[in-house]
């Protein structure tokens, strides 16, 4: 389980991103007025902050295993439950940004997601890729101790289809923070060639909406 020991300074330096993230979804449908939603490791919530901010009625519900994190969404008014199977709501967008990663058995959880959907709902998952298509293993999968999931793009598939959800193509979307000033005008230059890398290497990151099978 991850701790946020520094929540404001993690929202700074996500504040941009979070604005290119929201805007994103916006125009691929996930998110609209209105929809419910549920961040599942939810974290500091600076996400959540930045979409109850820029999407008007949003219902925003969240699951936070680190207790004080947790309290400090409740006391900002977001609902927020420890564990996914306390949540017994149903929802038009869940969020699993940097999650699938953490979970030791990622199959019944990905099942209890495909249940709290609505109908037509989606999911936005990402995840670093453990091994590429091109047998790279270079990859942000392995820089964090708490990770124990290291998919490729065939498991993570395998994965999803087993727990009900279908898996709607690889994409590209703004995860990764940009620096203020020169530094981020580098930083956009940098991620424009990802494509590109992406393409010699494989996909290091893989980026998903799911949709639950029997909705297709």
């Not at 020991?5 to 979070?18: G, K, S």
């Not at 193509?169 to 590109?196: I, Q």
Request: aromatic share 8%.
């Amino acid at each position: 389980m991850q701790t946020h020991p520094a929540a404001n300074a993690e929202a700074a330096v996500y504040a941009e991103r979070n604005l290119r993230l929201v805007s994103y979804w916006r125009a691929r449908g996930f998110l609209f007025d209105g929809a419910k939603v549920l961040d599942i490791g939810a974290g500091a919530g600076h996400i959540d902050s930045a979409m109850a901010a820029a999407v008007p009625g949003l219902k925003i519900s969240c699951v936070e295993a680190d207790l004080d994190s947790c309290d400090s969404l409740l006391a900002r008014g977001f609902e927020c439950h420890a564990r996914l199977d306390l949540c017994n709501d149903r929802f038009n967008a869940i969020l699993l940004v940097e999650v699938i990663e953490h979970i030791a058995d990622p199959v019944p959880f990905l099942k209890l997601c495909a249940d709290r959907l609505m109908p037509g709902g989606r999911v936005f998952l990402s995840t670093p890729c453990g091994e590429t298509s091109k047998e790279w293993r270079r990859t942000n999968a392995y820089s964090t101790r708490e990770h124990v999931q290291f998919f490729t793009e065939k498991s993570l598939g395998l994965a999803c289809q087993r727990a009900g959800l279908s898996l709607l193509g690889y994409e590209a979307a703004p995860l990764y923070p940009r620096r203020a000033g020169v530094a981020g005008v580098l930083d956009g230059m940098k991620h424009a060639l990802f494509p590109l890398r992406d393409l010699v290497r494989g996909r290091m990151h893989l980026i998903s909406f799911l949709q639950a099978s029997a909705n297709l």
